[in-house]
């Protein structure tokens, strides 16, 4: 794991990120946002953009660092 790079308050700073739309069946359209942050989490916002209220963040699971 990746430590905190330097950053003073402790707070996540996104270091890239990434972005996708997608429409499903029903004709609904979502977004997802993917955040690498600088202490090497990994983070989702997935998110309708006609209901502004309907959004989260999903921390990702981490990367085994075995080959198990």
Known sequence: MVKN???K????KII???TDSHV??????????TALCDDG???ELEWN????DYKWWTK?????QTED
């Open 5 to 7: 790079l330097g950053n």
């Open 16 to 18: 890239q990120i990434s």
């Open 41 to 43: 989490t990994v983070w």
């Open 24 to 33: 499903w069946p029903d004709s609904t359209t979502w977004q997802s946002t």
């Open 9 to 12: 308050n402790n707070m996540r």
């Open 49 to 52: 953009p006609f209901e502004k």
């Open 60 to 64: 990702l699971p981490d990367i085994p």
